[in-house]
Nanobody, 121 residues
Framework: QVQLVESGGGLVQPGGSLRLSCAAS????????MGWYRQAPGKQRELVAT???????NYADSVKGRFTISRDNAKNTVSLQMNSLKPEDTAVYYC???????????????WGQGTQVTVSS
């Protein structure tokens, strides 16, 4: 089994910072793209940031200049540094990873269970 577990969520005031992390574990041969999505109450899940296996990142327009995605391939983790947080950033944040379990398997996208981020005074 492959598992992705997020951590680092919580309550923060506007203008503050949080760092989310996500660790993949289990039977893993390789990991390609990784990313973060979020879902606010009453809204669809939306892309926040993605990062390729080679470290190339892209971001949603709403978080450019404020969020930074990174990964540690040796530890099978992906992180999201969130600065200058706004109330509209409040959402459940989900990590995902495109994982090949063995060299004979095809790639599958796995999702974490989500972690709550609340930006409020």
């Amino acid at each position: 089994q492959v598992q992705l577990v997020e951590s680092g969520g919580g309550l923060v005031q506007p203008g503050g910072s949080l760092r989310l992390s996500c660790a993949a574990s289990g039977s893993i041969f390789s990991i390609n793209d990784m990313g973060w999505y979020r879902q606010a109450p009453g809204k669809q899940r939306e892309l926040v940031a993605t990062i390729t296996g080679g470290g190339s990142a892209n971001y949603a327009d709403s978080v450019k200049g404020r969020f930074t995605i990174s990964r540690d391939n040796a530890k099978n983790t992906v992180s999201l540094q969130m600065n200058s947080l706004k109330p509209e950033d409040t959402a459940v944040y989900y990590c995902n990873a495109d994982i090949q379990r063995t060299w004979r398997n095809f790639q599958v996208r796995y999702w974490g269970q989500g972690t709550q981020v609340t930006v409020s005074s």
